[in-house]
C-alpha cells in the first residue's frame, strides 16, 4: 500500500460562534473557550459526503488522470 497523492475540499458555508450564540444564549467567546473553534463549515443541504469527496478528488484527476486508475481505496475523514 501506498499514497499515490492527497487532496481536501471545504463547503463554502461558514458558521462563526456568533450563529451558535443566537441558538444557545452563549457569548460567541464562550464557545472559542470550551471547543477552541471559532467556526465551523457546513456542508450545502442538496450535498451528501460523497459529493465533498468528489470535488476533493477533482485536482488530482486533473493533475494525474492515470494514476486513479490505479486506486483501489480512498480513505476520507469528515466531522
Known amino acids: 500500500m501506498r499514497i499515490i497523492d492527497s487532496a481536501s475540499h471545504l463547503p463554502e458555508t461558514t458558521l462563526d460562534n456568533h450563529y451558535f450564540s443566537q441558538l444557545t444564549g452563549r457569548t460567541a467567546e464562550w ?3 470550551v471547543t477552541g473553534i471559532r467556526q465551523r463549515r457546513r456542508i450545502a443541504n442538496a450535498d451528501g459526503v460523497n459529493d465533498l469527496a468528489i470535488r476533493a478528488v477533482a485536482p488530482i484527476a ?3 488522470p492515470d ?3 490505479a486506486v483501489d481505496y480512498i480513505i476520507a475523514c469528515s466531522y
Open 67 to 69: 494514476a486513479l486508475a
Open 31 to 33: 464557545f472559542e473557550r
Open 62 to 64: 486533473e493533475r494525474n
